[in-house]
């Protein structure tokens, strides 16, 4: 099992900056990728971004250039730095792991409870 514990969100007026912690505990496996999904109400969960191990990142087409994915594998924590954040941006920020014991294996997935991040309009 892998435990995660989010933290970061909050209220932040349109053009603010807020960052996002993921701290990963647990069966922490060799080979995994960690990222952020959001889910606003009446919408499905979608990707924001995510990075692997070797920090290969992969970003939202609506995030690119605003927020920033980054990882510190020594402390099995992800961070996500948003930056000019729009009314759009508001939703439940969730942090997902996914692992695998190598290559070609079961990928095991697991969620943080989600933190909310709201930009008034």
């Known amino acids: 099992q892998v435990q995660l514990v989010e933290s970061g969100g909050g209220l932040v007026q349109p053009g603010g900056s807020l960052r996002l912690s993921c701290v990963a505990s647990g069966s922490i496996f060799s080979i995994s990728i960690m990222g952020w999904y959001r889910q606003a109400p009446g919408n499905e969960r979608e990707l924001v971004a995510a990075?692997?191990?070797?920090?290969?990142?992969n970003y939202a087409d609506s995030v690119k250039g605003r927020f920033t994915i980054s990882r510190d594998n020594a402390k099995n924590t992800v961070y996500l730095q948003m930056n000019s954040l729009k009314a759009e941006d508001t939703a439940v920020y969730y942090c997902?792991?996914?692992?695998?014991?190598?290559?070609?294996?079961?990928?095991?997935?697991?969620w943080g409870q989600g933190t909310q991040v709201t930009v008034p309009s």
């Open positions: 990075v692997t191990g070797n920090g290969d990142t």
């Open positions: 997902r792991y996914s692992g695998r014991r190598s290559w070609g294996t079961f990928e095991y997935v697991y």
